[in-house]
């Protein structure tokens, strides 16, 4: 360091200055004590930064409170955010797990409140007045819904697979095609989860196909159960044949062995003719227990819905690590205020926001991309441009038997900004909004905004453009 900056650095105040600052005293007022303090040092340090890399305040105006107040506050704030935010989802993949999967109906809120904020019959029999169980409250809805005989309800779809292997074959084997022993979303893989439940993998058949008769040659009298996994996130084509899981249910009736179906996603309402079977449909076709996502397609929290015979489940439902993975009451309290809306088959493509995003006609996105063209169209740096494209959505969440949804996209390029620096000023704006690059601009997709939304964005883009053009030319000019 010079001597000259050295001398710079001897009007920087010390923290007692500046707590002591009538001004700055009454900006933090509002903050807890201890989270002023840091945020104090956090903008000292910042100046300190500055100086040291040659863009801090000027001599003159280092000692002055006007500096640092609104960094303090600034800092302070930070400090007091929550971790876990609200994001503006403008990727259009509907059920987006890095950004929370199912956004849920207001109005699933008002039963869960009065759950959250008072005491609850969660493990209470009413009318006994005894010791009651948690699983009883969503089985009743869920074999309504499902046709199935049993349900229960765990932590995740994860949860679910990991219990009812380890309840149902335990030091046993588990016989699985070759072809469907995936990984989903690097910490789910089937064969890893297969070992920390204590069961014994049996792999049948080949990568791209397998034959009932594979499963059938492999049975012994170790065989506990024949499983079938979902492909969920990816697709084999070509060459290919896996078993029916009708097929696969009539051998496990032969031989008396249980078939476990990890359907994934699983839907409880068909969301087009060429959409995913429901878990109704697919129970029919005989599996003695089917496991799915609560915020897949079904649209609700996260959980893991174990639908099938009351045999099987009753074994899972005794299991020790059954208490490992349970839900807790506010998880059935959203769940159960979910499946409610699925009694109502005509509305609940309204009311379950995921089926309603999944299923919105192309015009009406094209109507909202149209609006926010116009929004930020009269207001982005010249050089910008915004067009109107056709795209796809996704449904996402490992439903990949949903085929692409046509949607329109926003596209946007902005002259001098490449599109990744946009994209990191919006992740930076608050709400933080997410969206996709693509052929170098940013596109968005309105499929997965929200009405109050639209407005939101544009305001984003045009206030992240002008400022970081105007961030660009005052670097030129340096
Ligand atoms: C998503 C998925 C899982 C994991 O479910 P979570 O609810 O995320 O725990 C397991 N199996 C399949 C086939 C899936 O698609």
Same mark, same amino acid.
């Given at each position: ?77 930070? @400090? ?55 699983? &009883? ?153 089917? &496991? ?45 205020? &979910? ?107 309105? @499929? &997965? ?30």
């Amino acid at each position: 360091m010079s001597k000259d900056q050295s001398a710079h650095f001897r009007h920087i105040p010390s923290v007692e200055r500046l707590l002591s600052d009538p001004s700055i005293e009454e900006a933090i007022r509002p903050f807890p004590r201890a989270v002023a303090v840091e945020a104090v040092r956090e903008a000292l340090d910042e100046v300190r930064e500055e100086l040291r890399r040659g863009c801090g305040p000027s001599e003159g105006d280092l000692p002055l409170a006007d500096t640092y107040r609104g960094r303090i506050v600034a800092a302070a704030e930070r @400090r007091l955010r929550p971790s876990l935010r609200r994001v503006v989802n403008a990727t259009g993949i509907v059920i987006h797990t890095n950004l929370g999967r199912a956004p849920l109906a207001e109005d699933h809120f008002d039963r869960a409140r009065e759950v959250a904020v008072r005491y609850s019959n969660l493990e209470f029999d009413l009318e006994e007045g005894v010791r009651g169980s948690r699983y &009883t409250h969503a089985e009743r809805l869920l074999r309504e819904l499902t046709g199935a005989e049993a349900a229960l309800v765990a932590n995740n779809n994860a949860a679910a697979v990991l219990v009812s292997l380890h309840a149902l074959a335990f030091g046993k084997e588990v016989i699985v095609s070759r072809g469907e022993l995936i990984e989903i979303g690097g910490s789910f893989r089937l064969p890893e989860i297969m070992s920390a439940s204590g069961a014994r993998l049996v792999e049948v058949g080949t990568t791209n196909r397998t034959r009932v008769e594979d499963y059938r040659r492999a049975i012994t009298p170790e065989t506990a159960l024949l499983m079938k996994v979902h492909l969920s996130n990816f697709r084999l084509e070509g060459y290919t044949s896996d078993v029916p899981p009708s097929e696969l249910a009539a051998l496990g009736a032969e031989r008396g062995i249980p078939v476990l179906y990890d359907l994934g996603s699983g839907a409880f309402a068909r969301t087009g003719p060429d959409g995913e079977p429901t878990a109704r449909e697919e129970l029919a076709r005989g599996p003695a227990v089917l &496991t799915m996502s609560g915020d897949k397609l079904l649209g609700s929290v996260q959980a893991g819905i174990i639908l099938g015979r009351e045999e099987e489940l009753g074994r899972i439902r005794r299991s020790p690590m059954m208490r490992a993975v349970r839900v807790d009451k506010l998880t059935i309290a959203l769940l159960e205020a &979910t499946l409610f809306q699925y009694l109502d088959p005509e509305r609940v493509f309204e009311r379950v926001p995921v089926l309603r995003l999944i299923s919105r006609p192309p015009h009406a996105i094209r109507q909202d991309a149209e609006r926010l063209r116009e929004k930020v169209l009269a207001r982005l740096p010249a050089g910008a441009n915004a067009e109107i494209v056709e795209g796809e959505s996704e449904a996402g969440g490992g439903a990949i038997g949903q085929p692409p949804i046509p949607t329109f996209l926003l596209a946007l390029s902005f002259g001098g900004i490449a599109p990744d620096e946009m994209a990191a000023g919006l992740r930076a704006f608050d709400p933080p909004v997410i969206v996709r690059v693509k052929s170098d601009r940013v596109v968005v997709d309105p @499929r &997965t905004l929200f009405p109050e939304e639209i407005d939101l964005v544009a305001d984003a883009i045009v206030r992240v453009a002008v400022f970081l053009r105007e961030r660009a030319s005052a670097g030129e000019k340096e």
